[in-house]
């Protein structure tokens, strides 16, 4: 049988044969054969990547705007610049990084040599999602290569045309006795798991990660997993309203609002709600234009499947701005023309919006730009230290929004925002807008969260000198510069003795009965 090569449409593969064990033969052979270990070979591998990104540029782009209708500027700087930037840091660096490091010794270890080795870990499998489909395959990609691993890229069943061009194209830029990208969706994938990797690098949802940590377990393989949840966003009432507002449609709409690190809602009072909806809808008119429908600028859903989920959101809230959708196009509207801002009163608020219920939370939610108001210090507000009432609210189908909607929850008190996160998950990022550095260092000192940016969007994750990752239900392990390198390295603690000395090292042996020990 052969295994699957590039290019290889699953479909061809015969019933009940196993398509990955071959491939996986060839890659193990082949880290076996310590092909993947030098600089050189490594470097080659990296620049091999870099160029695939340059003379494909434009393929990747409509590829990209065809999976997601992302703009060539949002590509471009999302996806494309990202990851040549990675891949141009880890070519500068990679001998430092590859170097042994010594480290400090102590008497007994005095003439000896000490250092950390950073060694390949062998295979490796990059699970990818479809959100930035080309950023969250090779950017781990260029990680596994620099650390000298084979590796099996595995992208996103939804991005169909991104993953067509790593399929088809990536390999003719890489040695392929080393690499393979495979295809598949959650069927393939878990056969793929079942097989034994030395290290499994998944991008994704906590659901799905749960499955592939549970996988990894049976042949106790090491994992890093980025996984997503519910970003918060705390909004202080000595804000200017325009500029947060600015701010945060950048990073709720940017992709769609299909950012794992994107603002999942806004906490802030009464008062700064009320100035916050309409500078959101001056954002968002400024940025997508009157009709956002028609703005080149404003992406779209990536599925069908993913756009019902959405759309069924929108009838759990007030919806305050926007809120029409249109199936056809996988479109969720930012701002219809010449929409009022409706008025909230606290009570009608509550009495439609605020209900966790059985089934599930009754989650105020709004569309691009869409703000959806729970608000009612009357009623929520109180009800935030009894378990009972909060904690339905992010269970269920609602625990990642994951779309252009943005809800709105109000608090009394910068204390009660704080305690409304720290009753949740800890999140991958946690933003706080505030004029006073004393309330930023606040919530930065109060609670935990995988990134932490203060008066902005997701700008953290754009530093390659940061590490980039989750903590608790956000994931585990982190990547990007030199952190990729390092994760995807085992550390091997090394000691060199001489074969020498006899007379020194021999007081070690027993009998011990002789030796005047003074504790
Ligand atoms: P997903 O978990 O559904 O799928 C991710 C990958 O897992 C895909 O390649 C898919 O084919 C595979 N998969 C799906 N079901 C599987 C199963 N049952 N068994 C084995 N493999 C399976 O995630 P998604 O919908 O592609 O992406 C959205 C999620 O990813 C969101 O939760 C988002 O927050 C998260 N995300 C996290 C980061 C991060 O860096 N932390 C980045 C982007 C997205």
Known sequence: ????????????????????????????EAFRSGR???????????????????????????????????????????????????INLALRNLRAWMKDETVPKNLATQLDSAFIRKEPFGLVLIIAPWNYPLNLTLVPLVGALAAGNCVVLKPSEFSKNTERVLVEVLPRYLDRSCFAVVLGGP???GQLLEH???????????????????????HLTPVTLELGGKNPCYVDDNCDAQTVANRVALF?????????VAPDYVLCSPEMQERLVPALQSAITRFYGEDPRASPDLGRIISEKHFQRLRGL?????????????????YI???????QIPSFSPSTCC????????????????APAGLSLQSSPGLWAPRLGDAAAPTGWDLGPWAEIFGPILPIVTVRSLDEAIDFINRREKPLALYTFSNSSQVVKQVLARTSSGGFCGNDGFMHLILASLPFGGVGASGMGSYHGKFSFDTFSHHRACLLRSPGMEKIYSIRYPPYSSRNLRM
């Open 1 to 28: 049988a052969a295994g699957l090569q590039w290019g290889d449409p699953i479909t061809t593969l015969q019933e009940g044969m196993d398509p990955f064990e071959d491939t996986l033969q060839r890659l193990r």
């Open 36 to 86: 993947t270990r030098p600089a050189e070979f490594r470097a080659a591998q990296l620049k091999g990547l870099g160029r695939f990104l340059q003379d494909n540029k434009q393929l990747l782009q409509e590829a990209l705007a065809q999976d997601l209708r992302k703009s060539a500027f949002e590509s471009e700087v999302s996806e494309i610049s990202i990851s040549q930037g990675e």
């Open 187 to 189: 069927e393939e994938t």
């Open 196 to 218: 034994k990797f030395d290290y499994i690098f998944f991008t994704g949802s906590p659901r799905v990660g749960k499955i592939v940590m549970a996988a990894a377990a049976k």
């Open 252 to 260: 709720r709409y940017f992709n769609a609002g299909q950012t794992c």
């Open 314 to 330: 929108l009838g759990c809230g007030r919806v305050a701005i926007g809120g029409q959708s249109e199936e056809s196009d996988r």
């Open 333 to 339: 509207v930012s701002r219809l023309p010449n929409t």
């Open 351 to 366: 009495s439609t919006a605020v209900t966790p219920g059985p089934v599930g939370p009754r989650f105020p939610a709004c």
